[in-house]
């Protein structure tokens, strides 16, 4: 399994109830991807939300967030973790 870190934008004023809300959402049904969501972190005055996870691949972890309704804009392999 590797990690990827994703990044979505134009979440602008998110509180930390949405976050949880949405982390939850992929928790929810992360299994059905053979996938797992570590973490998210959110900026509420960029709107920008990161997210680490440990999956097969870039595309499950894209295919979860698009079944939660939250699809990322970018999803970043992460090969080195000290």
């Given at each position: 399994?590797?990690?990827?870190?994703?990044?979505?934008?134009?979440?602008?004023?998110?509180?930390?109830?949405?976050?949880?809300?949405?982390?939850q959402?992929d928790?929810?049904?992360?299994?059905?991807?053979?996938?797992?969501?570590?973490?998210?972190?959110?900026?509420?005055?960029?709107?920008?939300?990161?997210?680490?996870?440990?999956?097969?691949?870039?595309?499950?972890?894209?295919?979860?967030?698009?079944?939660?309704?939250?699809?990322?804009?970018?999803?970043?392999?992460?090969?080195?973790?000290?």
């Amino acid at each position: 399994m590797s990690k990827f870190m994703d990044v979505h934008h134009g979440m602008e004023g998110i509180t930390a109830d949405e976050l949880a809300r949405a982390h939850q959402a992929d928790l929810d049904i992360e299994q059905e991807e053979n996938v797992h969501f570590e973490a998210a972190w959110a900026d509420p005055e960029s709107g920008t939300v990161y997210c680490l996870s440990e999956a097969p691949s870039a595309e499950a972890v894209q295919r979860i967030h698009e079944r939660t309704g939250h699809s990322p804009d970018e999803v970043h392999p992460v090969p080195l973790q000290i």
